[in-house]
């Protein structure tokens, strides 16, 4: 069986250009290529002889992930795009009549030698257990070098170049195989088991015949069915995880964590439905101890096993983690474009399921419009008898009722809806902001009845710290409706229970 491809094959990829052998490309430059059939700027990372003899060049649509880069025919290039400004991708040096025109970069030391060693997937594909899996990103496998690099000539018998040899494979081993594209691999072979990499077929299948590693080397987080999550100490399994990180690479971007791995726990997701053993489909790691507030580093559903939940399945996992911190902890940054959407969605859900638990007794009720700048539609009163204190997850709210028959106010800060979600404060806000619920908002007056004589100097004190803070956002409320929340939760396409079930939870 094979995952089926979802990325753009080079065939896809058309456009009646200049013909093959008229004139060259440079790289770094961009060129009018086609995909769906309009014709948009495309930028070259590197070329290539292939087989008979034909050149391709790897492409690279600007605003696009990296994962969707492909090899093209040079016959599918067209005509050059002039930029107007300095390139920010970082290349190779190339000779010097390409040097002379090669836009110069901003970019830090560090982020222009990323960008070298990755901007060209080294491996275009991987054979993962009876999956054959076209891949996404550049990943630092440590892998020797052929015996002969192009362009090189072999030492005598006798004399090896001692230096370069060592000076190659130190190289190799920090940075991996196929740096930049130069000498980049076409399959690369991965046990499904043990996550052992292999460079031909004969010896993947000789380990897989006899790989003895029927499941993850942790114990058991969550056990529901078939589904198993193992939880896998880095210190205790580092050849493990180390492999686990390199493949989990080839899928992600911008994650650096792969031979340091002993300050990491590795959660992995199996499915034993089929076999004897456990077939891992996803997993994320996170930092035993984070200074930085992060509840994961990264987390990776294998393309196969994509679409079917198990990546929100990991992601509420990893606050069920943090149940009892101090902090519920955030995804570390940057996200990917598919975490962002992942974790926004998780966010949009736990939000709109506590805003809806709230208001779930409220009638329908029309909100006045703010018509007037700086206008008051509500004054803040003291408390009284009618009042009643309404608990959610253990956070306390104030519910007080109106004069319309069965409608009332919850009366919330957004500290305390962070708390009562397991989020925190900056990814609410996020949601609140994504929702457009923070355009429907009123100012408020200060309630001057529960002030006393004797500190209204210290309160006015307060209040002007509190103006300088919060600017705009001073003395105002968000109005959040029962009709807003039920609009949301149509459009998200809200359930009512999350995928995680912590009855099932062993930790």
Known sequence: MTAANTLPHTSALELTGVPEGVRDVVVGRQYLVSRGGVARP???LNSR??????REVYISFPGEDKRLDAWIPLSAVGDEVVEAGPSRVALPRQDSQNDSHAPGSERSTPER???????????????FGEYLVQTWYYSPYPMPEKKEEEGRAPAPRGRKRKSDTNERSAHVLSHGVGQGGEGARGRLWVCDLCFKYMHTRAGWERHTAACAQMQPPGRKAYRRGSYTIWEVDGADAQLYCQNLSLFGKLFIDHKSVFFHVENFLFYVLCDAATSKRDQVMAFFSKEKTSYDDYNLACIVTFPPHQGRGFGKLLIEFSYYLTRGAPSPGTPERPLSD????????????????????LLADAEPVQVKKDVEEGRSLRNRRPADATDEAVVVNGIEMTKRPLVQKGQYTLTTTLEDLARACHLRTDDVQLVLTELGFLSSRRRL????????????????????????ELGEWHN???????????????????????????????L
């Open 42 to 44: 495309a930028r070259i």
């Open 49 to 54: 002889t292939a087989k008979l003899g034909a």
């Open 113 to 127: 030698e990323h960008d070298a060693v990755t901007r060209v997937r080294n491996f275009e594909d991987v054979r």
């Open 338 to 357: 598919l975490g962002l959407k992942g974790y926004l969605a998780f966010w949009v859900a736990v939000v709109l399921r506590v805003c809806r638990r």
């Open 445 to 468: 007056l200060p309630l001057q009845a529960e002030r006393g004589a004797d500190n209204d100097d210290d309160d006015d004190d307060d209040d002007e710290a509190d103006e300088d």
């Open 476 to 506: 105002v409320e968000i109005v959040i409706t029962r009709d807003a929340v039920d609009e949301a939760w149509a459009a998200w396409g809200v359930r009512e229970l999350g995928v995680l079930d912590e009855k099932y939870c062993l």
